[in-house]
T-cell receptor, first 115, second 111 residues
Framework: AQSVTQLDSQVPVFEEAPVELRCNYSSSVSVYLFWYVQYPNQGLQLLLKYLSGSTLVKGINGFEAEFNKSQTSFHLRKPSVHISDTAEYFCAVSALNQAGTALIFGKGTTLSVSS | DVKVTQSSRYLVKRTGEKVFLECVQDMDHENMFWYRQDPGLGLRLIYFSYDVKMKEKGDIPEGYSVSREKKERFSLILESASTNQTSMYLC??????????FGSGTRLTVV
């Protein structure tokens, strides 16, 4: 079975500062990795995903994440955040090539950007 | 544009009622899922289905059941609703696990 740990439940930052949201996962098989964002009172939106290939993945809104297999991590980064990035961010994992594979989520990180 | 549609956006039910949450996808996906989302707990998997009439328990199946009679429709059933089932319920589907499409969610309040 897979599991996901988001290491920070809340991350407060000032506008234009860099940010890193940390995610570690556990799995006995190879995985696909995802980051989702949820703005207040809205649905889930896919930020980026890692399926294979380059370990540095670029997503929407200037976010990127790096897959580190040896450390079983998939941290999300942005070099300069905006007020509009205030939202909840979820890291998720699914097992590779398994029938009926479910997406398993972390508990989320609330990013609060202030001026 | 591909879609996962949940029948109700908001729902208020009484304790003890039998509640049906419906989800329909138009992408011919094999796999469908039900999650509940609660503050501080993220999204937790209730049940999933990898084929018609097939189902598997997720992490928190107690108090819930599911039905999948047709490929495009996956129903979540609360046999006897309780106040601790007040939550946001999200349906999702996928083919192969390469990408998941989520519905807009149903916010259920049990009074």
């Amino acid at each position: 079975a897979q599991s996901v740990t988001q290491l920070d439940s809340q991350v407060p930052v000032f506008e234009e500062a860099p940010v890193e949201l940390r995610c570690n996962y556990s799995s006995s098989v190879s995985v696909y990795l995802f980051w989702y964002v949820q703005y207040p009172n809205q649905g889930l939106q896919l930020l980026l995903k890692y399926l294979s290939g380059s370990t540095l993945v670029k997503g929407i809104n200037g976010f990127e994440a790096e897959f580190n297999k040896s450390q079983t991590s998939f941290h999300l980064r942005k070099p300069s955040v905006h007020i509009s990035d205030t939202a909840e961010y979820f890291c998720a994992v699914s097992a590779l090539n398994q029938a009926g594979t479910a997406l398993i989520f972390g508990k989320g990180t609330t990013l609060s950007v202030s001026s | 544009d591909v879609k996962v549609t949940q029948s109700s956006r908001y729902l208020v039910k009484r304790t003890g009622e039998k509640v049906f949450l419906e989800c329909v996808q138009d992408m011919d996906h094999e796999n469908m899922f039900w999650y509940r989302q609660d503050p501080g707990l993220g999204l937790r998997l209730i049940y999933f289905s990898y084929d018609v009439k097939m189902k598997e328990k997720g992490d928190i199946p107690e108090g819930y059941s599911v039905s999948r009679e047709k490929k495009e429709r996956f129903s979540l059933i609360l046999e006897s609703a309780s106040t601790n089932q007040t939550s946001m319920y999200l349906c999702a589907s996928t083919w192969g696990g390469y990408g998941y499409t989520f519905g807009s969610g149903t916010r259920l309040t049990v009074v």
